[in-house]
């Protein structure tokens, strides 16, 4: 079984708050991801990172954040929530630099946006 | 954009092989095929993968065609525990993975 967590599980929270969703793991591994997911719709990646200090944009454009100051550890963070970043974010990492990546993903954070 | 093609959706009643197939005819001789599956608001599952073999674990079978331009995988009796979306991916060494709108299968009673 996978390794990887993210909570909350589920968060519900006022337009303009700051929000920070949690993801780590414990399986070592240098990559991390970040996934965007809108019901019935396909995943979008939006983070990701190479290890420690290392942080990329994906595909699709976001107004979140994120850092990675520790290996295992990945936060998203969003300084000021709108309704239109309503959506499910999913965590996942690989263990980069084998020919081939596994993706392992957390349960998600389902995120409501009032 | 995703580099493979699937089948919207499928249905396969409960006990039966599901077969699910994937185009990926523009796939280079270094990447894999991957396939995930995602249970209602789950994050997605790893299932099996392979290069040019075909490949079989405790889940499922993973059928590549010799031209390596389409695979199948195949769930040998279905139970409505897979009822799921099926994600089929290509990808190398470094690639970041692109999910495509996969199929979506549902077991029937």
């Known amino acids: 079984e996978a390794d990887i967590y993210q909570t909350p599980r589920y968060l519900v929270i006022g337009t303009g708050k700051k929000i920070t969703l949690e993801c780590s793991q414990t399986?070592?591994?240098?990559?991390m991801y970040w996934y965007q997911q809108d019901p019935g719709m396909e995943l979008h990646l939006i983070h990701y990172?190479?290890?420690?200090?290392?942080?990329e944009k994906g595909d699709l454009s976001s107004e979140s954040t994120v850092s990675r100051i520790r290996t295992e550890h990945f936060p998203l963070t969003l300084e000021s929530a709108r309704p239109s970043h309503t959506s499910q974010y999913l965590c996942?990492?690989?263990?980069?630099?084998?020919?081939?990546?596994?993706?392992?993903f957390g349960s998600g954070t389902q995120l409501s946006v009032l | 954009d995703a580099k493979t093609t699937q089948p919207t959706s499928m249905d396969c009643a409960e006990g039966r092989a599901a077969n699910l197939p994937c185009n990926h005819s523009?796939?280079?001789?270094?990447?894999?095929v991957y396939w995930y599956r995602q249970i209602h608001s789950q994050g997605p599952q790893y299932i099996i993968h392979?290069?040019?073999n075909n490949e079989t674990n405790e889940m499922a079978s993973l059928i590549i065609t010799e031209d390596r331009k389409s695979s199948t995988l195949i769930l040998p009796h279905a139970t409505l525990r897979d009822t799921a979306v099926y994600y089929c991916?290509?990808?190398?060494?470094?690639?970041?993975?692109?999910f495509g709108p996969g199929t979506r299968l549902s077991v029937l009673p």
């Open positions: 996942a990492s690989s263990e980069f630099g084998v020919m081939s990546e596994k993706l392992f």
């Open positions: 399986m070592g591994h240098d990559k």
């Open positions: 990172s190479y290890g420690v200090n290392s942080t």
């Open positions: 523009t796939i280079s001789g270094n990447e894999y």
């Open positions: 392979g290069l040019k």
């Open positions: 991916i290509s990808g190398n060494y470094g690639q970041n993975f692109v």
